[in-house]
T-cell receptor, first 113, second 110 residues
Framework: DADVTQTPRNRITKTGKRIMLECSQTKGHDRMYWYRQDPGLGLRLIYYSFDVKDINKGEISDGYSVSRQAQAKFSLSLESAIPNQTALYFC????????????FGPGTRLTVT | GQNIDQPTEMTATEGAIVQINCTYQTSGFNGLFWYQQHAGEAPTFLSYNVLDGLEEKGRFSSFLSRSKGYSYLLLKELQMKDSASYLC???????????FGRGTSLIVHP
């Protein structure tokens, strides 16, 4: 089984809809991250969490919110989706022993029409 | 902040050696990352350099010069499966969270 899983893997939604992307990990890591990837722009950090009670904004947090429900679960919400949030979304984790090494989930391809 | 520059695309021949360069400007420095990403897949960690010099891991090596703000990833004995994007990244602030460059798409042809 994969160490970092994301659901759904693909999603098409309409403008204005609320959507949640979920991430789970079995690596026992305390640090979790959400990124989005757009063609030509690379990976950009949305939010990150160093433990269950810690939530931090990243480079592009506007229009997004997150919830760290447990050490193993970190979800990303789009309260009112807009077309420019169409992107590939990745969750990642890292541990305290090797904090520089991130492990990425398989990604969620989100399309907002 | 960080400013990372790497070539958009490179091509190379199977069996050859290729060097992917990365230059960066950063207000602080805690190291430099390299990740590999195959098309449509998740990035995977390759290396993290904090000291100047060359670090070798099998067919892949990563070099860092902090004084020059310069790094490269060296891939030897290229294989078709090495066709991928290679992402250079530097940590943001005082953390180990990478800020990624736009990546270099490497195409390996027979």
């Amino acid at each position: 089984d994969a160490d970092v899983t994301q659901t759904p893997r693909n999603r098409i939604t309409k403008t204005g809809k609320r959507i949640m992307l979920e991430c789970s990990q079995t690596k026992g890591h305390d640090r979790m991250y959400w990124y989005r990837q757009d063609p030509g722009l690379g990976l950009r950090l949305i939010y990150y969490s160093f433990d269950v009670k810690d939530i931090n904004k990243g480079e592009i947090s506007d229009g997004y919110s997150v919830s760290r429900q447990a050490q193993a679960k970190f979800s990303l919400s789009l309260e009112s989706a807009i077309p420019n949030q169409t992107a590939l979304y990745f969750c990642a984790t890292s541990g305290s022993i090797s904090p520089y090494e991130q492990y990425f989930g398989p990604g969620t391809r989100l399309t907002v029409t | 902040g960080q400013n990372i520059d790497q070539p958009t695309e490179m091509t190379a021949t199977e069996g050859a050696i290729v060097q992917i360069n990365c230059t960066y400007q950063t207000s602080g420095f805690n190291g430099l990352f390299w990740y590999q990403q195959h098309a449509g897949e998740a990035p995977t960690f390759l290396s993290y350099n904090v000291l100047d010099g060359l670090e070798e891991k099998g067919r892949f090596s990563s070099f860092l010069s902090r004084s020059k703000g310069y790094s490269y990833l060296l891939l030897k004995e290229l294989q078709m499966k090495d066709s991928a994007s290679y992402l250079c990244a530097v940590p943001s602030g005082g953390s180990y969270i990478p800020t990624f460059g736009r990546g270099t798409s490497l195409i390996v042809h027979p």
